[in-house]
């Protein structure tokens, strides 16, 4: 069974704090999208053009990590215009894959429209900054505070509608993209599990079942589950106050009731309900 795996995420389905619930085990160490250009002084995008030096960057990574936070996006990012390197990197028989979607489609969206448009000039270097400098006892007390500021700046930011032409054709695409992907890895051979962002962080969950679908996925990567020294971090993470994007949050929006009638449904989500 492969040591090593693959985060595989799109956009605003709780994998930041799905890697750091992994980091919190101490045989796991997983880097956070090392090919975003802004990351790590774009050490590993910049030396990625082709296939063959994703590979040879691959290589390069494995030798101190065993596991990789990677969101991808349908047009090809962070390999822009790139696709096929995005399932390069998922079509290997030497990682395990976590597959991880959101059920509610719409508050995905929804979620990623925020961040767009609130996205702070300070704070996501200062985030890039604790992901790549701490590590131990004080990482996660440096992304409580990071996630702190962040909800903060939510709570007062004035939002701009939400471009409902955007959403109506994510909507269509998302189910196909996502089914796409799937079949690549099921074709590749690939060994992976689906995970979803509802059962790591419903909020109808207990903490006992958010600790044990994370055991769960332990389970699948070959290794033990969470130890008493490191359940604390873990509580922590899962924690209602690491949630950023609230129904609060949601509210502000001007026109979002219009956008939760239109749109929303039992297929692909609510944004209330």
Same mark, same amino acid.
């Given at each position: 069974?492969?040591?090593?795996f693959?985060?595989?995420?799109l956009?605003?389905?709780?994998s ?7 980091n919190?085990?101490?045989d ?5 999208e090392?090919f975003?250009?802004?990351? &790590?002084?774009?050490? &590993?995008y910049?030396?990625v053009?082709d296939?063959?030096s994703?590979?040879k960057?691959l ?15 349908p047009?090809?990012a ?6 096929d ?10 990682v ?8 509610? /489609?719409?508050?995905?969206l ?9 996205r702070p000039?300070?704070l ?5 900054w604790v ?7 004080r &990482?996660?007390?440096?992304?409580q ?5 962040k909800?903060r ?8 509608p939400?471009?409902r ?7 269509a695409?998302e ?22 962002y509802?059962?790591l962080f419903?909020s109808?969950?207990?903490m ?10 332990l389970?699948?990567?070959?290794r033990r589950?969470?130890s008493?020294t490191e359940?604390?971090?873990v509580?922590n ?6 949630? /950023?994007?609230?129904?609060?949050v &949601?509210r502000?929006i001007?026109g979002?009731?219009k956008i939760?009638?239109e ?7 609510w944004?209330?309900?």
């Open positions: 069974m492969p040591t090593r693959v985060l595989y995420s956009a605003r389905c709780g930041t704090t799905f890697n750091d619930l992994l919190c085990h101490e796991i160490r997983s880097i956070s090392p975003e250009p802004q990351r &790590y002084g774009g050490q &590993y910049q030396t053009t296939a063959a994703l590979d960057t290589d390069i990574i494995w030798q101190s990590y065993d596991g990789i936070k990677h969101v991808w996006h047009n090809g962070p390999f822009v215009g790139r696709p390197l995005n399932k390069r990197l998922i079509s290997s028989p030497v395990s894959v976590l597959f991880l979607t959101r059920r509610n /489609i719409l508050q995905r929804l979620s990623n429209q925020i961040q767009r448009q609130s000039g300070v996501d270097p200062l985030k890039r992901l790549e400098t701490f590590s131990g006892p &990482y996660v007390p440096m992304l505070f990071v996630r702190g500021l909800k700046r939510l709570r007062t930011f004035a939002f701009a939400i471009d032409s955007v959403i109506a054709t994510r909507l695409e189910k196909g993209v996502i089914d796409e992907y799937r079949s690549l890895l099921l074709k590749s051979g690939t060994r992976f599990v689906d995970v979803y509802e059962d419903g109808t969950l207990t006992a079942e958010k600790i044990e679908k994370l055991n769960n996925v389970a699948f990567l070959g589950p969470i008493n359940q604390s971090n509580e993470l899962f924690g209602p106050a690491q949630k /950023i994007a609230t129904s609060d &949601y502000s001007p979002i009731e939760e009638a749109f929303g449904s039992d297929e692909t989500g944004i209330f309900k």
